[in-house]
């Protein structure tokens, strides 16, 4: 059903209905804990599984076409994620891949950087180019160039 | 009970540049917009949270468009002449060379904020999953991209429903800002903007999936991407072109997992069910069809789809991606399931469900049903003004990426014309448009007007649908059937029956003709007259009604344009089964609408192709 929640571990902490992209997220009010209202719209980004602090997201696949008793399942850091895969016939396989290389809230915002100039706000130029293509200028080409 | 209020607050906010969808392009005009626009108060809108919002949400494994202009791998003319061959010919290569040499620029930004790029410790360079394509670690590339957006914008405003874009009261080509729905509190924004971009979504759910169930979740554009891009443009009167131009892609069965990496990385290939290569086989009946184009290197995203139709359907299928006959280290089975779970976690759980170990045993390839869209192999959207230096003169009026209605501009899906962007080309079109937005506002200082009366108007309509269930709602005892009430969900399956069996979807082969055309947009009107008898019950519903309103003008824009093109442009997106050819003599050109709201009349019509060089 794509995701779905488990009881003994959601705390209704919002989370999930806070980050998923779909609105499907909510939380029953009789018993103050979130489930998935929308299965047939769920992508299975995992955006929610990844954000639970509890760990209590999981997913089952599509029932139109993924048979029962399966698992993959992430654990998210802040700069790697690791996957845990529970195959069908219950082989286990786990990968670790980076996330990200620099600190979380290190990027520098663009109105910290010299304002532009004139020539450069009249110029095609983006922010940070030349520089940052690395090549000497940004390329053109002459309205109704001939064939190079 | 419902938790849409009997009276709801109303916002107004005020602001220099409104950007409309906070994904890559939006994302991308964020921070452009700041750089250029010190003072200016820059507001983004978005449906969900930017920290996980629009078709990157659930990462990337690679970047399909980096040139490496540094390395002299590629240069701008390149990446036109391989988009104009994809696109069967047609596509405006102004923005596509545009797109081209900055979006290098863009990726170098990237890696120094943090994103994990493969890096080839002997030279130096990215490491190349094919020409276009550069392999990372995306699993946080949203959230990376959205960090930097957060420090950029002057005020974000998630869970906004924006519905409707507002005209400038004074002069009806004239933009003036856009109104929506708070989906968690209710309340009602009313965005008053000097300048519009609008990074929205192409559109998913469109035509019937394949997965009909609770895997209808499992589409391959996100489920989220309800056609906004279109519809808000569509209505406010701008020009529309190539909305015939649908998307098909090839993608691992059910699961949807992308091909790339398989094919060009990995060099698997695929065969029938025989173990038969049956693309060369079958290229004098494709050189019957379409003629040059069969031969063009690399062959056409459209035609590898119709090559492997036509071999489902004379009985050779199912087609098969090899993955077990190039898996042969424990490094390349990592890179193969990382491809997944970085951005289609989906296929992963498809795999282990289904208990298939890609070393060991190869996988079904499919033909997924069609989407509208304009940043991949395909290039639905506005018709917009070009960049000032290369643009042809009959493609500039003014401000790069600005539509038809002046101090509105579109980046990303919005943007028609501009096909392969993908998430760093969306990025660099969002740049473009917000530095072109910028240059707009100093020339145009004057606020537009916003008539009290029309944001009234759009009030009542917004909340229409939940007025209408709590006061025609009560009356049955349970249950979802009412003679007087139309659910989003009911209506969403109409639109999508009609586009599948009329329009060219999966059940119809993709084939479509004039009768079936016609009757399609006559069903299409009946929907949209139904659509006064939406009722929602709650705020999700609501959103969700507005998402089908935007998803049937997205529709019956790709029916028009569909029927008003008399010939088969790109064999395995669509068919018109009586016009099966290619036919460049009369329809090598761009075929562009214009809706006009005061008249309610659609104008079909064509516009010349100018190739760059």
């Given amino acids: 059903m794509p995701t779905y929640v488990r009881t003994d571990k959601c705390k209704g902490c919002m989370e999930c209905v806070t980050i998923c992209p779909s609105d499907i997220m909510h939380i029953d009010a009789a018993q103050g804990r979130a489930y998935n209202i929308e299965p047939a719209m769920c992508w299975e980004c995992y955006a929610c599984v990844k954000s639970c602090p509890e760990a209590a997201i999981e997913v089952r696949g599509y029932a139109d076409f993924a048979p029962l008793h399966h698992s993959v399942q992430p654990t998210r850091t802040a700069d790697k994620i690791e996957w845990k895969i529970r195959m069908r016939n219950g082989d286990l396989k786990e990968f670790v891949f980076p996330i990200r290389t620099t600190p979380w809230d290190s990027i520098r915002p663009p109105q910290e950087s010299a304002p532009p100039n004139e020539e450069a706000v009249a110029s095609e130029l983006l922010s940070f180019e030349p520089d940052y293509l690395a090549v000497e200028s940004l390329p053109t080409l002459p309205p109704k160039a001939g064939a190079p | ?613």
């Fill in chain 2, 1 to 613: 009970m419902t938790d849409v209020p009997a009276h709801p607050t109303t916002h107004t906010v005020d602001c220099d540049i409104l950007i409309i969808g906070g994904g890559f392009a939006g994302c991308g005009a964020a921070f452009e917009a700041r750089y250029w626009g010190r003072d200016l108060k820059i507001v983004v809108a978005e449906k969900a949270a930017i920290e996980r919002s629009g078709a990157v949400a659930q990462g990337l494994s690679a970047i399909n468009c980096y040139m490496g202009m540094r390395w002299n791998e590629n240069q701008p003319e390149d990446f036109v002449r391989y988009v104009r061959n994809d696109l069967m010919g047609l596509s405006r290569e102004d923005l596509v060379y545009d797109i081209a040499r900055h979006v290098d620029s863009t990726v170098h930004l990237f890696e120094e904020w943090g994103l994990p790029i493969f890096t080839d410790p002997k030279t130096g360079r990215y490491v190349r999953e094919g020409r276009w394509q550069i392999m990372i670690h995306g699993e946080s590339y949203k959230p990376l991209i959205a960090e930097a957006t957060r420090k950029s914008a002057s005020e974000i405003h998630e869970r906004i429903m924006v519905t409707h874009l507002l005209r400038d009261a004074k002069d009806p080509k004239r933009i003036a800002g856009a109104v929506g729905v708070n989906v968690r509190d209710g309340s009602f924004y009313v965005f008053r903007a000097r300048a519009v971009i609008v990074s929205a979504a192409g559109a998913s759910h469109i035509f019937r999936p394949r997965s009909a169930g609770e895997g209808a979740g499992r589409t391959w554009y996100p489920p989220w991407a309800s056609g906004s891009a279109y519809a808000l443009l569509i209505q406010a009167g701008a020009e529309m072109t190539q909305m015939e131009n649908r998307l098909v892609v090839t993608r691992f069965k059910d699961g949807y997992g992308p091909v790339g990496a398989w094919f060009l990385l990995l060099k698997a290939i695929a065969t029938n069910a025989a173990g038969e290569s049956y693309e060369t086989s079958r290229l004098p009946e494709l050189r019957e069809r379409v003629g040059a184009y069969a031969d063009a290197k690399p062959m056409p995203t459209c035609l590898r789809n119709h090559l492997m139709l036509q071999e489902i359907l004379a009985g050779r299928g199912p087609i098969l991606l090899h993955t077990e006959r190039v898996l042969d280290t424990p490094e390349k089975e990592s890179i193969g399931w990382e491809d997944f779970l970085n951005m289609t976690i989906g296929q992963a759980v498809t795999w282990a469900s289904q208990g298939i170990e890609p070393k060991n045993v190869p996988s079904e390839l499919i033909l997924s049903e069609p989407y509208v869209m304009g940043s991949h192999a395909v290039c639905a959207g506005a018709w917009t003004s070009g960049p000032g230096d290369v643009a042809p003169e009959e493609y500039r009026w003014g401000y790069n990426r600005m539509t038809t209605i002046a101090g509105l501009f579109g980046a990303g899906d919005t943007v028609g014309g501009s096909a392969h962007k993908f998430s760093s080309g969306s990025y660099s079109e969002g740049r473009l448009a917000a530095k072109a937005a910028v240059a707009f506002l100093r020339d145009h200082p004057e606020a537009p007007t916003v008539a009290e009366a029309d944001v009234d108007a759009l009030r009542e309509k917004v909340y229409a649908p939940a007025v209408h269930w709590a006061r025609d709602g009560p009356g049955i005892t349970a249950g979802t059937v009412h003679p007087e009430v139309l659910f989003p969900d009911q209506g969403l399956n109409r639109l999508e029956k009609i586009m599948d069996e009329y329009g060219g979807g999966v059940s119809a082969n993709y084939s479509t003709s004039r009768n079936l055309l016609e009757r399609g947009l006559g069903h299409l009107a009946a929907l949209r007259s139904d659509l006064d008898f939406l009722g929602a019950r709650d705020l999700h519903q609501l959103q969700r009604a507005w998402e089908l309103d935007h998803r049937l003008w997205t529709a019956e824009s790709v029916l028009r344009h569909t029927l008003f093109r008399e010939e088969t442009r790109w064999p395995g997106y669509y068919y018109r089964a009586d016009f099966p050819h290619v036919d460049d003599e009369r329809w090598k050109c761009f075929v562009n609408s214009i809706y006009d709201p005061a008249s309610g009349e659609w104008k079909l019509f064509t516009r010349p192709y100018r190739p760059l060089f």
